[in-house]
């Protein structure tokens, strides 16, 4: 399967400052890219999908505003949490598909936010 | 509205003995359905993956899982089950735009 990256692994960051994770599939281009929050102790929620020279769709109640993706190419998606504040504080995980195998996503290890 | 029901939230079993995950799904076409497996603060490893074709599915780590369409389920199973193998487990279900996930089983392993 597909490998994915993420960065950073960890962040903490002060309320009101906004926040870059970057997605990286590292050995196959990425058809499409999934953005997913992980609260503690629950499911992973998808937040947006993101296809590479397009604008994300984002999943109903996920504000678009706040959490801006970039999908600038077909390995590199990039999740930024404007003004974050301390609600936004999650595990996110992002996963992609690759062409061949767009029925499965890949996950990558995750990226922990934490807003003071 | 898909939905993807795993009724145990903890599983303890004794290292060397079988175990069983539950899942079940609602699902208005045949699914594609997919066990993961998450140790903390990783991401998501895929265990198998079920599209079409025999019902009963192998996957990495010994795993296995079978699709019973009568009765919306997906259970995955091991039948011995090691140390390493403690982690949380998610049964997912959906198509190449969206995955619903699971809320997830714990799993313990008891020496």
């Known amino acids: 399967g597909a490998v994915v990256s993420q960065h950073p692994s960890r962040v903490i960051c002060k309320s009101g400052t906004s926040v870059k994770i970057e997605c990286r599939s590292l050995?196959?281009?990425?058809?499409?890219m999934f953005w997913y929050r992980q609260f503690p102790k629950q499911s992973l929620m998808l937040m947006a999908t993101s296809n590479e020279g397009s604008k994300a769709t984002y999943e109903q109640g996920v504000e678009k505003d706040k959490f801006l993706i970039n999908h600038a190419s077909l390995t590199l998606s990039t999740l930024t949490v404007t003004s974050a504040h301390p609600e936004d504080s999650s595990f996110y995980i992002c996963?992609?598909?690759?062409?061949?195998?767009?029925?499965?996503?890949?996950f990558g290890p995750g990226t922990r936010l934490t807003v003071l | 509205a898909q939905s993807v029901t795993q009724p145990d939230i903890h599983i303890t079993v004794s290292e060397g003995a079988s175990l069983e995950l539950r899942c079940n799904y609602s699902y208005g076409a045949t699914p594609y359905l997919f066990w993961y497996v998450q140790s903390p603060g990783q991401g998501l490893q895929l265990l198998l993956k079920?599209?079409?074709?025999?019902?009963l599915v192998q996957g990495i780590k010994g795993f296995e899982a079978e699709f019973k369409r009568s009765q919306s389920s997906f259970n995955l199973r091991k039948p011995s089950v090691h140390w390493s193998d403690a982690a949380e487990y998610f049964c997912a279900v959906g198509n190449i735009n969206k995955l619903v996930f699971g809320a997830g089983t714990i799993l313990r392993v008891k020496s």
């Open positions: 996963s992609v598909t690759v062409a061949g195998a767009a029925d499965t996503q890949y």
């Open positions: 079920y599209f079409s074709g025999d019902t």
């Open positions: 050995d196959f281009q990425a058809t499409t």
